[in-house]
């Protein structure tokens, strides 16, 4: 599955932004999908995720301000990002989720996403 994300920009804090994803092929819709980021010296982490009949999952840290959701006839999926603090600022990648992705090693380009108080 090949995935391009885009939508990341500059915001001010308390500002919103929606990230989308779009896949490549026709299994997506079978597909556990997650968002990720990266910070400056920081290590990745895991965002939230969405399997594919949509239950989703969240970090503590964007609980009640980050939303995940998927358009499988598009093979896109989505994080809005509401309420933006200084610390979101990063990297933002979408790949497949599961319980080993710390161990994938194929990661598209990201989007930058920087929030500026």
């Known amino acids: 599955v090949q995935l391009q994300a885009s939508g990341g920009g500059l915001v001010q804090v308390g500002g919103s932004l929606r990230l989308n994803c779009v896949a490549s092929?026709?299994?997506?819709?079978?597909?556990?999908m997650g968002w990720y980021r990266q910070a400056p010296g920081k290590e990745r982490e895991l965002v939230a995720t969405i399997v594919n009949f949509g239950r989703t999952n969240y970090t503590d840290s964007v609980k009640g301000r980050f939303t995940i959701s998927r358009d499988n006839a598009k093979n896109t999926v989505y994080l809005q990002m509401n309420s933006l603090v200084p610390e979101d600022t990063a990297v933002y990648y979408c790949?497949?989720?599961?319980?080993?992705?710390?161990?994938?090693?194929?990661w598209g380009q990201g989007t930058q996403v920087t929030v500026s108080s």
């Open positions: 790949n497949q989720y599961s319980s080993g992705w710390k161990f994938y090693n194929q």
């Open positions: 092929g026709t299994m997506f819709r079978f597909i556990h």
